[in-house]
């Protein structure tokens, strides 16, 4: 289907010489009376050649100059031809294109100082236009409104950046229709051409290769050394430097690695470790984290309450009050798209896919999950709220696997009680519901966090009541649990190797819990989180004392990739630590109100603030 669609596209794109290939054809068989037909239906093309940018050009200038008769034709006819043969899923794009053009048709007559043109729409369409409800409402006494572009309901239209960005997403959205639909097979004409020169370059590329080639003598293989077995086994040698573990096996490893008396014997007792040059000892302190670079972005004009980097860390999902959701780049000189998208409906939670970097999963108000495609700015699909989802409809968190296209989600009845929650599995690639089940653990808890292991096949839960559960990602079956007996949990996340969980509480405690060993802490410390952040923060050492706007929760701590540090954010500032020795190595610049989200991703952290901004702080490790 990739390859059809790519073709379609050639076929598309190259419309003038295919049309010139058919004048030809009609002159050679003297089809005189068939070449005037066809240049006369040229000339009376609605479809501009399939060319999206003079489509959209037309359609602008039927709603800037004021032809709504023309406007409102035209686009019925495309829909008709085009729109209407595209999958439902995009249906609700096609309305919400049909009203930006007519929005835009108003905005254009009340500039122009034609009020007589909105009186006559919404003499015609007023009635459909009240029976819909919602953000249409306060258009409709747009004609009675002095300046409207001052009032907050309509200043965003009235700005030159909005028909900016509808003519760039109108033009994606038309571009991205055309080859998805069925051509004719004369537009696929190119495709044995293009794929007989791609092999021919292929061969020509290979036999350059082998003439160039150096031939290399085959040596008798090395014996391998003895592998030494897999953590899961449990080795004492396999152990983590932060587990005590680590510590008690350190002499022996010294013992073993050739220093004792019968190292220099040169027999078949010496250990084949003693042979490798560049081992790495394992006391050696993590390299420390800090602050490089440091940027401030000013992409809303409201408080961003939800920012994500995507798995690359080159682009970045932000979500404000507003409902304006922007899709843009910190990187300078990116060629990564920049969109923005005034939503109509309320998003609670988002997550990008960590294997196609281009698709941002978006968890709205009423359960439905939207799947929004950065590279064309279109919602390639829609996933409904499942049956009875609105028993539980307070999104906590939401997850994205990284070894697949799977969602995670975990709902409660009450937004500040998750005694009684939901947590459901979903294919976000089919979308569908794969799988759900209830927890209701009959006791009062605050908040829940949730993580998710590199293959997708666990998923912890750490209620705010210090419960940990460990649930089989496919049947969502409990397989283990830790009480940890901790109060105030807000965040978690598995270790490197997986063999532990570490937790973090709101007032800055950290701990660490083993999978082996039931309710067995293996290391505890505490971030000062009271006294770093303001003269609001009283005590220290993240504390009882620590003040209610300092607290930390799920959405203001991440921990980096190699869990070697952790970023929180306890009021308008981030700080980091190192996981090990639980000592701050440095902080960002402070934003002038609370912090609302943090993340980090290649290297880079983010911090979104109520005040609008988000800053951007890149790191190195010395």
């Known amino acids: 289907m990739g390859d059809q669609v790519l073709h379609a596209k050639a076929g598309i794109e190259s419309i003038e010489y295919i049309d010139d290939l058919v004048r030809e054809y009609l002159l050679f068989r003297g089809c005189d009376d068939t070449l005037k037909a066809f240049e006369g239906d040229l000339a009376r093309d609605r479809d501009w050649g399939f060319d999206a940018g003079r489509i959209v050009g037309e359609l602008l200038g039927m709603a800037t100059g004021l032809r709504t008769g023309e406007l409102l034709e035209y686009w019925q006819y495309l829909t008709g031809r085009f729109f209407g043969h595209l999958s439902p899923k ?28 909105v009186r006559e729409y919404m003499a015609a369409h007023g009635r459909a236009l009240a029976q819909q409800g919602g953000d249409w409402i306060p258009w409709l006494a747009l004609e009675y409104i002095d300046r409207p572009q001052d009032r907050p309901e309509f200043e965003a239209y009235f700005a030159a950046e909005w028909l900016a960005s509808l ?45 160039g080639e150096t031939r290399i003598t085959a040596m008798p293989a090395a014996t391998p050394p003895a592998l030494v077995e897999d953590h899961i086994g449990g080795v004492p040698a396999a152990t983590g430097p932060r587990t005590p573990a680590a510590v008690d096996a350190a002499p022996a490893a010294g013992a073993a690695s050739g220093d004792g008396p019968g190292a220099a014997s040169g027999g078949d007792d010496v250990c084949a470790d003693a042979a490798e040059p560049d081992v790495i000892q394992t006391d050696e302190p993590p390299g420390l984290l800090k602050i490089s670079q440091e940027d401030i972005f000013l ?86 709220p499942p049956p009875g989802s609105r028993r539980h409809p307070w999104i906590q968190c939401m997850l994205a696997s990284p070894a697949s296209s799977t969602l995670v989600t975990v709902c409660s009845a009450k937004p500040e009680s998750t005694a009684d929650a939901m947590v459901r599995v979903w294919d976000a690639g089919a979308g569908k519901e794969v799988a ?39 049947s969502l079956e409990t397989v283990g649990s830790v009480k940890t007996r901790r109060r105030d949990l807000c965040a978690i996340e598995f ?6 969980l570490m937790v973090v509480s709101e007032t800055g405690g950290l701990t660490q819990w083993s999978l082996r060993r039931n309710n067995q802490m293996l290391a505890e410390s505490t971030l000062a989180i009271g006294a770093a952040d303001g003269p609001s ?32 954010a306890p009021r308008s500032q981030c700080l980091v630590f190192n996981i090990d020795s639980a000592t701050q190595t440095d902080c960002t610049r402070r934003h002038r109100g609370l912090i609302y989200a943090v993340d980090y991703a290649a290297d880079k952290s983010l911090s979104a603030c109520e005040d609008g901004t988000i800053h951007v702080a890149h790191y190195r490790k010395v």
């Not at 653990?441 to 210090?466: K, R």
Request: proline content about 3%; glycine content about 6%; some cysteine.
């Open 90 to 117: 995009y249906h609700r794009t096609v309305r919400m294109f049909e009203k930006r053009l007519v929005r835009l048709l108003l905005v254009s007559a009340v500039r122009q100082e034609q009020r007589a043109v």
């Open 495 to 500: 270790s490197l190797d997986e063999d532990s």
């Open 167 to 211: 003519q760039a997403a109108l033009t994606d959205f038309v571009q991205t229709v055309f080859p998805a639909m069925a051509v004719p097979r004369i537009m696929l004409f190119d495709r044995d051409r293009q794929e007989k020169d791609a092999l021919r370059r292929k061969v020509a590329v290979y036999e350059e290769h082998l003439r």
């Open 537 to 568: 923060s009283s005590g220290g050492g993240g504390g009882g004392g620590v003040a209610a706007d300092s607290r930390l929760d799920v959405d203001r701590v991440v921990f980096t990739p190699d869990r070697e540090s952790i970023i929180v």
């Open 436 to 474: 759900a089940r209830r927890l209701a653990s009959g006791v009062e808890s605050q908040g829940v966090s949730a993580a998710i292991n590199h293959n997708s096949n666990l998923v912890a839960l750490a209620h705010s009541t210090g419960a940990v559960s460990l649930i089989d990602a496919r």
């Open 299 to 384: 992409e809303h004009n409201a408080g961003v309450s939800l920012a994500r980097f995507s798995a690359t860390g080159s682009v970045i999902a932000s979500y404000d009050e507003e409902s304006v959701l922007k899709v843009w780049s910190p990187d300078a000189g990116t060629t990564s798209p920049k969109l923005k998208n005034e939503l109509d409906y309320t998003v609670s939670a988002m997550a990008w896919d960590r294997r196609h970097t281009h698709l941002l999963y978006l968890y709205d108000e009423d359960g439905c999950i939207r799947t929004l495609n950065t590279n064309t700015n279109l919602m390639s699909r829609q996933t409904p």
